[in-house]
């Protein structure tokens, strides 16, 4: 909707005057999405109890101008630098730097300054210009939805999608402005952003080839279908940030239903996902022991921790076990578990049992 009232201003600013087939268009042209709008918010109210789904309305009706400054600066500079590829302790410290009032507030300050500017000068400017112009407010009203959410920095793949649509006008923006350079240059510059964008492509796109091959090799190692009980002890929750058994559910269906769906493998045990980790190599995993009911595990590498249900873990408690997190790896202390019952855990990409007796 702020899109198409920002091409209705447009068009009716432009827009000579009245005529047979000239005539300026009005807000009211916008009314069917408005009113559309209206209804689905109104829906979800009396369907769901609130007025705004997903993270809710304390989330999505947050309109603390600082936050939302801070995270368009983000999105900005996650295009124009590429920090989302940079080393984690240094990109830590530029999302701090980010986050400061200072920058916050002197971005917010130089962007309404060169906007309003803008508009002063938008008829005078050459067509090279009014593009570049035109692409920097639609990127910021693109980025307006998702402006008042967390800017995910830690992990690869985490909510990058939040940033596809607005990314389009960045680089239209980013084209039109290297459009004023003579030939040599422009096009000098136009290679770079190329050789960069397609080597993160291509690192990316071998995270998710890796993150396939992690999962289709554990779907077809599983072969415990037939136990009553199935104790996944510890299993890859992402690899690299991209989701491999991601599992939001908190009735521990992720594996279960993706051996189902994805291997063909159909089991009416009941499992257990104690723990998830996050992968960053092919062979990432875990040793595991068991004495006297508690099972210890520790990673071979640094830099893994304990995921469940989406988010990281720390200790908790069900009525078959505890599960408490130690300085590289954890402690299972097991208290009701059937005679069947198998515990699994993922090395390296394929399934370990350990025999507890």
């Not at 084209?175 to 690192?203: D, M, P, W």
């Not at 071998?206 to 279908?225: A, P």
Request: charged share 15%.
């Amino acid at each position: 909707q702020l899109m198409l009232l920002f091409f209705i201003f447009l068009w009716w600013s432009s827009c000579p005057g009245v005529g047979r087939f000239r005539t300026r268009p009005t807000p009211l042209a916008a009314s069917p999405f408005f009113i559309l709008s209206s209804i689905y918010f109104l829906l979800n109210k009396l369907i769901f109890g609130t007025w705004v789904g997903h993270y809710g309305e304390v989330v999505h009706l947050n309109f603390e101008i600082k936050i939302i400054a801070a995270n368009c600066l983000k999105y900005f500079t996650k295009y124009l630098i590429y920090w989302r590829e940079w080393s984690h302790p240094l990109k830590e410290s530029f999302i701090a730097f980010l986050d400061s009032s200072i920058v916050v507030y002197s971005f917010l300050s130089i962007g309404l300054g060169l906007f309003v500017l803008a508009v002063f000068l938008f008829k005078k400017t050459n067509r090279k210009w009014r593009t570049f112009w035109l692409s920097g407010v639609l990127f910021f009203i693109a980025l307006a939805p998702v402006s008042n959410l967390f800017v995910a920095w830690i992990l690869h793949g985490e909510n990058d999608r939040y940033g596809y649509f607005a990314s389009l006008f960045f680089f239209m923006g980013l084209v039109a402005l290297f459009q004023h350079f003579e030939k040599g240059i422009r096009y000098g510059l136009y290679v770079i952003l190329i050789v960069i964008s397609v080597s993160y492509l291509n690192r990316i796109n071998g995270y998710w080839e890796n993150s396939t091959k992690i999962v289709h090799g554990l779907l077809n190692d599983f072969r415990w279908e037939n136990n009553s009980e199935i104790y996944v002890l510890a299993f890859p929750e992402n690899y690299k940030g991209i989701p491999m058994f991601k599992d939001f559910s908190q009735q521990d269906l992720a594996l279960k239903h993706t051996l189902k769906y994805g291997a063909n493998k159909i089991s009416e045990s009941k499992f257990y996902q104690v723990a998830q980790f996050n992968m960053n190599t092919l062979t990432d995993g875990l040793t595991a022991t068991v004495d006297n009911n508690i099972i210890k595990m520790e990673f071979h590498e640094w830099g893994s921790w304990w995921w469940r249900n989406g988010i990281g873990t720390g200790g908790y408690e069900t009525a078959n076990y505890i599960f408490k997190p130690v300085p590289k790896g954890c402690e299972i202390t097991l208290k009701n578990t059937a005679e069947d019952a198998v515990f699994i855990y993922s090395d390296g990409g394929l399934w370990k049992e350990l025999k507890v007796d």
